[in-house]
């Protein structure tokens, strides 16, 4: 059964992409869509006292103004999880559509209808808003202090969410004789997705309900939540969901769908599209989740853990999203990754007057491994031990069973990573020779697995829906509630569905791949590195349902018994003697046209998944230091990675190319400033912003160990995130080995490392030392 | 300020046109408006992302930070354009596909038109230098791997050399 599966076919949508023809939701729109702009508030913290809009209705072209003071008073949630049904477990409604209570700059005060953009743009600028300003905090641990500013008076000391857990008894555990303690704080910055099409919808009215063609990989989840945010039926929502430009988790939340929504039945269902700026984008969309991570390890000086504590602080922003989940899903990982029997963790997530975060490629994970694995290199130095030696030997054995999750680690996929990812860099030689370098520009090489598990179960719902169809051609036409994101997963579905059914190519699978929440299964989108995983499981339950049907057709024709046909390469076989029957085609159209039984075979599923699979991997880096310069340059890297059989090794590769340049930018380069003084973000742009180019790279090397996964329909588990998450440690790890510096804080900028180097005496200062 | 229309006649691929534009209008806008040229991607509207980018004369330029009325005369070429009149796809639409260098696709028309006009110079460019010409891009998909390599092999293919990689 793997006639497509395995293969690095072409993309499904790659001739539309390469030709201009695929179409975004903006190539969607009607050119006679009237354009909204946000007005956005110019203080962190504070009231609306009044809007004046006097001015701003006098520019032509305008059609509508609404303000904060108009909206509906319903507070709805954001974040892209499935729904529970249990209240408990229901994400937190902390949003209006617009807000009179200003969380931070940038946040939605009013918005402006208009003819044409430049009106929409005039108006917006011509709105003066007054505020009551209040004092703001930016950073958790500050935002948690007594006295603080509150932003939300649910939550008085701002704390989100805290949760802990504990194993063994910490405080006896550390009264052991002989233990050394290495008590460090990590910190990693904002960082933003930066997905090339901005989020962008339109919505307008039909047949009573309002429709919203939005870029985004969650449509029935936005669906619910324009629904619950209008405080209309759910049923009355339909979404659609073209191409898009690239989501990375920020799509992964409702962001102006609901608003877009309401604003088009202000002006009597007329299409109004909301197209957000580049710089609006950075601010109002979603961030990922600055941390500060304190680590404290007890350990033998054999190199085993006696005691470990973690303390995570999650700079949340504004308003909920994703809320906890993230910082829980890397706290998770602490006990996870270096077994220990004696465990302390705490993680808070904290609301501050900054940009809301949201879910971004590694979900928590990319934060928490720089910590966990800068952290394991400073041990190692404290001890005088190899740190790869040290990870060999403390890292999750095989045989692993978590208790919440079930995972098991069935193989010895670390040892198997780090193994191909020495020998291509040549790891071990090279760490040595570079230990003990003298002059201004400095060779290093650092390694760091991660830990991630695909999907979400069993902290929340996870299913997935699939339809086929077949047509007169035999080939079939293919649904799934999981979305195409730019990830390549409907060429997957493709060769998946082509070899469960027995068609011979995967070009005779069609995917649908605009999504309408009218017409595709009911799914949950693409997040969590599920979709190949989840939709493996309805993929090859329905496709064996079609097929069955069709051998029940087949027997129908030929009287041979269903049991003893096949479907190969498109053709119905004879088992018994391989003789061929008759092409699929041809029962196809029978079916379709036959006067005496004629029948559209379809088939569709749901299957509920009731696992998860840890898929791990390592990257290893090598730098090049100048030091008087502080300036870090990536000279060779990889990243290995198990994530199970693949479906399509040349997607795969490029999955993994684009997470390890995510990773050496935020290892060194990216970074969403705020200015302390007022809030306001200072580099919400691409030429300040500093998404690394084509020419910030050396050659990215991926490769991989395929481990079949037995939890999964197709042996396959997550691999859309992973990428991303060992990168920045590696390369920290890399800079410790040229340099004899830890540097605990992302992104390794010149400035930070100009820090770094003054403290540690690689660079001598005169200046900088007077001033001290 | 009233609105101010001017009319331009251009050459979009191929095609002699002639539209009336407000003089506010950038490329970017009259290519998709007027023409319904939806390859030409808007990601930040400041010349930063390079999505926009269409050939003029011959060289690559973000549309949207060209005025709509300076197309007056010139030739102008967008990705809707590059395919032959049969449907065939030129070689660099090819080996876009061929060495997977398209995820999301949503950068893809300004890079294979910018390739165009490094391909069509005809000069074997170091890495650096290709590196450097194909900089003001930005993709957040693929790590820019794929894409580079597709532009090298299709100018080693070009130059009739073989492709040290190959």
């Known amino acids: 059964m793997s006639r497509n599966i395995g293969k690095s076919v072409a993309r499904v949508d790659a001739f539309d992409k390469v030709t201009g023809r695929a179409k975004y939701t903006d190539d969607r729109c009607d050119r006679g869509a009237l354009v909204a702009r946000v007005v956005r508030s110019t203080i962190a913290h504070g009231y609306v006292k009044s809007v004046d809009v006097s001015q701003a209705e006098k520019i032509p072209g305008v059609v509508k103004i609404v303000t904060c003071f108009d909206v509906p008073d319903i507070k709805f949630p954001t974040a892209g999880h499935p729904w529970s049904v249990e209240e408990a477990h229901q994400d937190v409604a902390d949003r209006r559509l617009l807000n009179r209570h200003v969380r931070y700059w940038g946040d939605d005060v009013a918005a ?220 998770g990982a602490f006990p996870q990754m270096y077994p220990c029997p004696n465990v302390e963790c705490d993680s808070y997530t904290v609301y501050t007057n900054r940009s809301t975060a949201g879910a971004m490629r590694g979900y928590g994970i990319p934060q928490v491994m720089f910590a966990f694995e800068s952290h394991t290199e400073d041990v190692c130095r404290r001890l005088g031990m190899d740190s790869l030696a040290f990870r060999r030997k403390n890292l999750m054995p095989v045989g692993y069973v978590d208790s919440f999750s079930k995972n098991e680690n069935y193989f010895d996929t670390f040892n198997q990573c780090f193994d191909k990812a020495i020998a291509y860099m040549d790891y071990e030689r090279k760490h040595r020779e570079y230990e003990n370098q003298t002059g201004p520009v400095r060779k290093g090489i650092g390694i760091a697995p991660f830990w991630y598990n695909t999907a979400v179960w069993p902290i929340s719902l996870e299913h997935s829906s699939c339809r086929m169809v077949l047509n007169q051609d035999g080939s079939i036409q293919l649904q799934v509630g999981e979305t195409e994101i730019g990830q390549g997963a409907d060429t997957a579905y493709a060769q998946m569905a082509a070899d469960v059914i027995g068609l011979k190519d995967y070009t005779d699978v069609h995917v649908q791949s605009c999504q309408d929440t009218d017409v595709t299964p009911f799914g949950l989108g693409a997040y969590a590195s599920r979709q190949t995983y989840t939709a493996g499981f309805s993929i090859r339950q329905t496709g064996l349902i079609l097929k069955d049907k069709i051998l029940e057709y087949a027997n129908e024709m030929t009287r041979v018994a269903k049991y003893d046909l096949d479907i190969v390469d498109s053709q119905i076989v004879r088992v018994t003697d391989g003789r061929v029957l008759m092409p699929l085609s041809q029962l ?25 699979a840890y898929s791990f991997g390592c990257c290893c880096a090598e730098v090049e230091v100048d030091i008087p310069l502080c300036k870090v340059k990536v000279t060779k890297i990889i990243n290995v990675h198990d994530c199970g059989r693949l479906i399509n090794p040349a997607l795969a590769a490029a999955q993994v190319h684009g997470g390890m340049s995510m990773g050496i930018g935020y290892a060194l380069s ?48 997550a691999l859309g995130e992973p990428p991303a998450c060992p990168v920045a440690p590696a390369i920290r790890n890399a800079i410790l080995n040229a340099t004899g510096v830890e540097v605990d804080q992302a992104p390794m900028t010149p400035h930070v490392l100009y820090r770094r180097f003054c403290e540690e005496g690689l660079i001598h200062d005169s200046w900088r030392e007077e001033e001290q | 300020m009233a609105k101010q229309f001017k009319e331009v006649h251009f050459n979009l691929n191929g095609r002699d046109v002639t539209t009336v534009v407000d003089v506010r209008a950038s490329l970017t806008d009259m290519l998709r408006g007027d023409f319904r040229m939806t390859s030409v991607k808007k990601g930040c509207e400041v010349g930063e992302c390079g999505a926009c980018t269409v050939l003029i004369d011959g060289e690559a330029f973000n549309s949207c930070i060209y005025l709509a009325v300076w197309a007056e005369g010139k030739q102008i070429l967008t990705l809707e354009g590059l395919m032959g009149p049969n449907g065939e796809l030129s070689d660099i639409q090819k080996a876009f596909i061929d060495e997977t260098a398209v995820q999301c696709g949503f950068c893809t028309p300004g890079f294979i038109l910018t390739a165009t006009e490094i391909l069509n110079a005809g000069v074997e460019y170091t890495d650096d230098e290709l590196r450097k010409l194909l900089s003001g891009h930005l993709c957040r998909c693929t790590g820019y ?22």
């Not at chain 1, 036959?594 to 299957?607: D, N, P």
Request: hydrophobic share 35%.
């Open chain 1, 112 to 331: 402006v209808v208009a003819e044409d953009e430049v009106a929409a743009a005039q108006a917006a600028r011509a709105i003066k808003v007054e505020y009551e300003t209040l004092p703001f905090v930016l950073d958790p641990i500050e935002a948690m202090q007594p006295g603080a500013p509150v932003l939300h008076k649910e939550y008085p000391d701002n704390v989100l969410k805290h949760t802990s857990s504990r194993s063994g008894d910490y405080a006896a555990a550390i009264q052991e004789p002989g233990l050394i303690c290495v008590d460090k704080w990590y910190e990693v910055p904002t960082v933003q997705h930066c997905h090339i099409e901005n989020h962008i919808c339109f919505a307008y009215g039909e047949n009573g309900r309002i429709v919203v063609v939005t870029s985004t990989q969650i449509p029935h989840i936005v669906r619910r939540t324009v629904g619950q945010a209008l405080g209309i039926p759910w049923g009355n929502v339909q979404i659609i969901k073209p191409y898009i430009g690239g989501g990375f988790g920020n799509k992964q939340d409702t962001l102006y769908e609901p608003l877009c929504a309401w604003l088009s039945l202000q002006v009597g269902g007329r299409t109004v599209k909301l197209d957000i700026p580049r710089e609006d984008t950075f601010v109002s969309n979603r961030v990922r989740h600055a941390q500060k991570i304190h680590i404290i390890s007890w350990v033998r000086p054999d190199g085993t853990y006696a005691a470990r504590k973690l303390e995570l602080y999650s700079n949340q922003g504004a308003y909920a999203s994703h809320g906890h989940s993230i910082a829980a899903k890397g706290m």
């Open chain 1, 670 to 717: 990216e970074q969403l400033l705020f200015d302390p003084k007022t809030g306001r973000p200072l580099n919400n742009n691409l030429l300040d912003y500093k998404l690394s180019t084509v020419m910030d790279h050396p050659h990215l090397e991926a490769q991989f160990v395929e481990n079949y996964e037995p939890t999964s329909a197709f042996g396959t588990k």
């Open chain 2, 145 to 166: 791997e794929n894409i580079f390599r597709a532009v090298k092999k299709t100018m080693y293919q070009r130059l009739g050399k073989p492709w040290p990689e190959g």
């Open chain 1, 588 to 612: 196809a159209t029978e079916a379709f046209y036959s006067l005496t039984h004629s029948v559209h075979i379809t088939a569709e599923s749901t299957y509920q998944i009731k696992n998860n």
